[in-house]
Structures are given as C-alpha cells and as structure tokens.
C-alpha cells in the first residue's frame, strides 16, 4: 500500500471526550415536551392460548392515554420466518410474551394500569428441551402452522423445513466429498458432544424507543438500533406506514453486540403514539431484556472427526441444535450461517454438517456477538487440542499442518484469499513462549496454558452507501447509516475520507444514522462495515474529487488529470492553484452545480449456496482469522480459577486505526472471559431464573489480568478487495478465547470440560472422577 498519512495511524476517537465527559446522547436520555410511558403485560405461562382480555378497567385509569392488545397491531408479523405478532393475539409461546402495552404520562400509571388488565388464559403443555422437541413425534407442537408462514424476502433459499420434524424452524446442510469412506479410511475417529449455554449481552443501555407522531399522519422514531434502514423497512410494513412517513433516527447506542435487534419495543412505542398522538418512550427493565432481549441460543455441538496418524484431517461431521425458543427470530438465520464459523480455518476435503433451528417454549433468541462462530469455534478448538493429545502432538502444530492455504477451495467451495491465520498463530505462540515461567506447582495452585485459533465470516450480499459533501471551507461532511456502536466506526471513515482529500481529520464532520438525511446502510453487523462502508466512502470521495476537479479544471485551464487535491487547496503542475473555497460562488453554491456532494455505492459479492450442499463460489465476503493464547492458574482445593494471562493476535487486513483494533481485541478478550467462567442463562420450565445483573454473573476488572499480562497483537494480510486492503475485526475477537482457557484448564488440572461454563463445582467435580479413577 502507498504510504499515507491517515491509514494506519492511531487517531484518537472522534467520540472520546463526548463520551468520557458524560455529554454524548444515547436515546434513552432522550425526553420529548408531553412524552408518555410505556408498559407492557406479559404472559405468566409459557405456553397457553389466550381465551379473553378485558381492558376497560385500564382504559379509565388516571394517567392513562392509550392501552392496545393483539387486535390493535397489524397482520403482519416479525422473524426471518414471519411467525410472531408485535403484540400475542391468540396464544403465547414463552413465558413473559407482550400481550397488552399502555402508554401513561408517568412509568407508575402504566406500571399500575397493567394491573387492571384482565387475561383469561388455558394453560397448555411445554416443551423446554431442544433435542426432546425436534423428535418426529414431539409432546408439543409450537407452530402448527409453521410451514404455512411467510418467509424474509433473504435469504430464504437455504431455509430447508422437516416435515417429520414439525418444531424445527430450519435444517441447514453442508456436504463436501465424501466423509462416510473417509470416516472408513481414517487411522482414528474421534467424537465428542459440547454445549455452550443461552447467554445475554449485557449491555448497559437497555432496549428502548422514542415515537413520536408528525402532523402529515407519519412518525420519527428514535432507537437503540445497529439495523437503521433494515428497521426502517419492517416498521413501514408492521405500522402500515409509507417509507416517506417513516423517519427513523439512531444515536449513539449504550452497548448491543447483536442484542438490539429486536422490532417489539419500537412498532410498540408507534402504535401507541399513533393511537394517543403523544409522544412514547419505551423503555424494557433489565428483567425484560433478559426475557425477551434476544438472547444468545443455547447450542449442542456433536463433532466428529477421521484423522490420519500424521495429524491430517480426512472428515469431519458436525451436528448443531440450536434452541431458538418461541419463536424463530433472527435464530433460523445463525443456524444457517454458524457453518461458515466450521469452514474458514482448516482444509476438510470430506465435510458434512446438519444444523437445526428447534422451536420451544423457552424465551425467544437471536444474534450474539459471533453469530453461530462463537459456539461452533467452541467446539472444533476444543476437539483440535483433543486430536493432538491423542496423537501426541503439540496443539499448535495439529494446527499449522491443517490450515487453509492461499488459493485452496474451502468446504463450502470458495476460494481461500487472505488467510492470516498461521501468522496468527506463530504471533501468539511466540509470545506465549516468551511469557516468564511460574511455579508450576504453588501449593494448591496448578499453571496451565493454552491456544486457540478463530475465523469470523462477514455475511455475503450486502449494501452499503455514503455520501460526501464538500463544504467552501473544504471541511468534509461524511454522511452514513453505520452505527457507531463503540468500535470506532466514525473514527475509521473520517481517518479514509481525510486521506482521500490528504488533509487533516479535523477537516472531517460526521452525519450518521438518520433516514431523513443519511443514506442507506444494510446493518451494523457481521464486522462488516470497515470493508462495506469503507468501500463506499472511497467511491464518494473519488466522485467528490472529480466534481471539484472538473470545476478547477476550467478556471485553472489545465487537464483535469493534472490536477490534485491536498488540504483544501488544487494544485495544478508548476506554480498554479486554487482554493476549494474558491470554486464556490460569494453565496456558498458552486455555480451550474448547486453543490458538490459525491455518492458511493458499494455492494458486497455474494453467490448463493446449494441448497442441498451449501457448496457456492461465495457464500461469504471474506474470513477475520484469528488466534489467542492464556494462561491459567487452577486451585485443585477450591476448583479457583484466575486469567494470569491472556493475549491475541488477529487479522483484520491493513488497520486503519491500530489502537481501535487493540481495543477490539482487549474487550473481545474480556467478553470471552465472561463467556467461558460465568455466564449462562438458567431456567427452569421457562422461567429465566438469573434474569438480574446480580444472579447472571458478568466478569469485572478484578476477573482481567493485570495491563503487563495483556498483549493485543496484529498480523495483518491484505484483502485485494478491501479499502486499503482492511476487513472487519470486531466480532471475532472473543471467539477463541473459552477454548483456548479450557486448555489452559486442562493443562493444570488434567480436567477436560465440554460444557460451558467452566465452574468452580465443574472443576472440583471432574477432580473427584480422576481421583477415583486412577
């Protein structure tokens, strides 16, 4: 890459001292003249058919505006599979389900007008266990209408429903080769089954919406949403609204990794200020977003694998069960797409994979932080450092030897390119070796180490779109729809757009996330803005640029393709030039133009997949790959465990902001931390009964090593397709950690865990069973 002055420099973040200094504004800080408060009641049974619902009492009471049930919200329905109502019509699914919502000019009268809801209900039976309710013959069916549903326009072409199964959402499938004969002509086979628990995302901010009506008979909605235009889309179809109606606004968002994705809350604050002509906030309780904040699946891993003696892979057969809940949400969607997380690290020739989305009566589910990668790299890390103790091999090099290659067609029949993850991997083992030894043995305390290494796909088909203004004083208003979610987004466009116009970032201004304003954006999800918007942002600047140099080009008579632009200024060959603020008229228009303002359309590459295989030339956009490395101590007395260190090492392609990325990397870490010792959503017939920040354990800063026990490295390989040759980074920076910590595990102790979360009980458990055995 041509050396720049922007790319690869450690601006600092353009929200820093917004966001230390406490001004920077979340919408649910936001408070509108006459605002009302939302509430809603929720189903106390997890499965019953609603019978009768009386809100005549709620209706008179004293602060009340607007009260509305099933009946009130549209036929239209939410869900990649459209099965489930804004509001429950005729029967709930999970327990805690909306099935009224009152709007109040204070939170206590609609807290206390729910109360004077009457619901008449028949209990009906649940099913809470996935694997109990994908049989042929479940004892409850959940959607006896499930194959009458409409389907999300995309991208259903994969979406596969088993009529033998009838509380499936969807089958997902992958073949390569044929992995039957490998299985015949491996020197070793070895199985396992692994589990990673529902989790929640636990964001500080909670789920909320801002509605308020217009005078034209329209809305502007404010939301904590990382989906802009994609809810944009859905509230025009679930409020009966035209787009021109439908103004939505996102601010910056409290936290979401997946979690804000949920419709309820603002087609709940529409119907409700459309019915009151008031504005409404809705805003969920922490034990609301717990019930019904789209919580990660809880997912059984089956693998297994046909090896030969010298550690190479010949086979590979995966089975995924993923507990979507009560209803299918965004959960049909990671069942298809957790198989890329099984495709872009290791060369399988001989693939299998059957991944299910089941229906049950727990709490409905959705994206988390990884999108399916998380779970499944879970299991296929753990069952890599298995491979090599069999084999008597070090882990690392079990690794090394099956790695995708530059140019190797994957399992799902892409073409590998940019593949960084034996640079990864040599990154961080280097650095793994050269941490200080510790006592091995310090009284009851056991050191251990262990690696693992990760990819995170970014979804295929998608679109991004930017503008740039150029303003006479040449500062550059960048206008996009990427949500700034904390990982820097705005940061990394103005650092591109700056160098474009090879001038300084204080020349750059952001307009983001407004619909009214700002242009399409497909989502802030699957680490995929970097390389999308990037891609865009470059193709506004460059139509930027020719604006302005077919303008100078006249009034400095010179060959446009002379010309260039450098902080504000057009240089032409030898002593001519001119400012941009100069090819403005004296009223601030450039005249026959109005303005210069370029646009940029970016969309990424996509081939569908077989349906039957999942074979396609591009099923995904690109790999992230990463690795990381820790070290555990381990009190065999107390089943103790305490991260004495813990280092990544990830490819993103060229970072434009290094210090961004480390901050990926640091939290990516953090968050895997929480994932692997602590958290897990427990219920209980689906009732969620940790549904609290004080029963649901997260890790704090106590749980982190020390600063000097940290290392964020990169290793970065160049993408042909990338801006500047960068990809995505973000979601991939925890998705190695619980392996590599569960080696680390058993490395101390001699205690292998499948299940997660690893546990102090789990540890002291699995010490009892060695103990007895030997």
Known sequence: MKESSMIGKNVPRLDALEKVTGKAKYSVDLNLPGMLHAKVLRSPFPHARIIHIDTTEAEKATGVKAVITGRDVSEEKIGFIRDRYILARDRVRFLGEAVAAVAADKVEAAEEALELIKVEYEELPGVFDAEEAMKPNPPVVIHPDLYTYALAPNPTPLYRFEPDMPNVYIHRQVLQGDPERAFRDADMVIENRFFMPSAQHAAIEPHNAIA??????????????????????????????PSSKLRVVSLYIGGAFGGKSGLAVPAIAGLLASKSRRPVKFVLNRDEVFLDGNNREAMTLCVKDGIRKDGTLLA???????????????????????????????????????????????????????????????????????????????????????????????????????????????????????????????????????IALCNKYTIGGTDSNVFVKVHPDSTLEVRHSANEIGQGCDTVLAQMAANEFATSIDKVKIVSCDTAITPYEEATVSSRITFHAGNALLLA???????????????????????????????CQGDKAIRIVDLFSPKGFVPGGGEIMGRGVFSGPRENEDPDTGQGKRPVTYYAHGATAVEVLVNIETGEIKITRIGSCFDMGQPINPKLCEGQMEGGMGMGIGGALFEEIVFDKGLTRNASFCDYKIPSSIDFPTKENVISLIAPVLHSEGPYGAKGLGEGSLLAVAPAIAEAIYNATGVRIRDLPITKEKILKGLNLLRSSS
């Open 316 to 450: 590979r057969q995966m089975r995924l069960i993923l507990d979507a809940g009560g209803y299918s949400g965004t959960t049909a969607l990671v069942a298809k797409n957790a198989a890329f997380g099984a495709i872009g690290t290791y060369n399988v020739p001989n693939f299998k994979l059957d991944s299910y989305a089941v229906a049950t009566n727990n709490p409905p589910t959705g994206p988390h932080r990884g999108f399916g990668s998380t779970e499944v790299v879970w299991a296929i890390e753990s069952q890599m450092n298995m491979i090599a103790e069999k084999l008597s091999m070090d882990p690392m090099e079990i690794r090394r030897k099956n790695l995708l290659r530059e140019g190797v067609v994957d399992s799902l029949g892409m073409v590998t390119h940019s593949i960084g993850a034996g640079e990864c991997l040599d990154k961080i083992s280097d650095w793994l070796g050269t941490v200080p030894a510790t006592p091995q043995n310090e009284g009851a305390w056991r050191k251990g180490r262990g």
């Open 541 to 571: 600047c460059k139509d930027a640029k020719n604006q302005i140099l077919q303008i100078a080009s006249k009034k400095l008579e010179a060959p446009s393709d002379s010309l260039e632009i450098k902080d504000g200024v057009v240089y």
């Open 212 to 241: 308020q009506p217009e005078p034209d008979g329209g809305l502007t909605i404010w939301i904590s949403t990382h989906q802009l235009y994609l809810f944009k889309l859905n509230l025009c179809r679930l409020l009966g609204l």
